[in-house]
C-alpha cells in the first residue's frame, strides 16, 4: 500500500507507517546457503506464497508493488514516516534490515527497532513474554509518534 500511495503522491494521508510483516522482496529465491537459519528453513515455503500472490512470478519480477522492497530511491522518499519492528530470529530478518537502511536514507524511517530472541509471528501467541515486548514495543511507538 505505501508504494502505492508513494506513486500517487498520497502518502500524506498515513500519519505512520508500522508494516507487521515484511514481505518486501525476493530474498527467499535466492541463494539459501547465505541465509540466516530462519531464512533457510522457510524460503521454499516463502518462494510457494509469493508464487501464489503473484499473477506471473517471473513478468512481476521487478514491480515494486509486489516486492516493495525494489521501489525506487524516489518511490520511498515520498512513503509515509515508517516504523519497522522486526524479531531478531525472523524469517524476514534480513529483508526488513535492508528495506530500514534504503528508507533511512530516504529519510523517512523513524525507527528500526530489532527485538533480541524475538522470531517470527511470535505477537500470535499472547502466553509468550516475547509477545509483550513485541506488543510494548508497538504501542509506545504508537504513544511517541502518534500521541498528539
Known amino acids: 500500500a505505501c508504494v502505492l500511495l ?3 503522491n498520497e502518502s500524506h494521508l498515513i500519519k505512520l507507517a508500522l508494516p507487521s510483516i515484511a514481505m518486501v522482496d525476493d ?4 541463494d539459501p546457503a547465505a541465509m540466516m537459519l530462519e531464512e533457510r528453513n522457510n524460503h521454499m515455503v516463502m518462494r510457494r506464497v509469493w508464487q501464489m500472490i503473484a499473477a ?5 519480477a521487478e514491480d515494486p508493488l509486489l516486492y516493495p522492497g ?3 530511491d524516489e518511490v520511498l522518499a515520498k512513503f509515509p514516516p515508517t516504523i519497522i519492528i522486526e524479531g531478531e530470529f525472523d524469517m524476514f530478518f534480513t529483508s526488513s534490515a535492508r528495506l530500514a537502511t ?3 536514507r530516504a529519510g523517512r524511517l523513524l525507527e528500526f527497532v530489532v527485538l533480541p530472541g524475538v522470531t517470527h509471528a511470535v505477537c500470535l501467541f499472547p502466553v509468550f513474554r516475547m509477545s509483550e515486548m513485541f506488543n510494548g514495543t508497538i504501542k509506545q511507538a504508537l504513544q511517541e509518534y502518534l500521541h498528539e
Request: charge should be positive; charged fraction near 20%.
Open 56 to 60: 506471473d512470478i517471473t513478468q512481476q
Open 27 to 30: 530474498y527467499c529465491f535466492s
Open 6 to 8: 508513494a506513486q500517487n
Open 102 to 104: 534504503r528508507l533511512r
Open 70 to 72: 525494489k521501489a525506487s
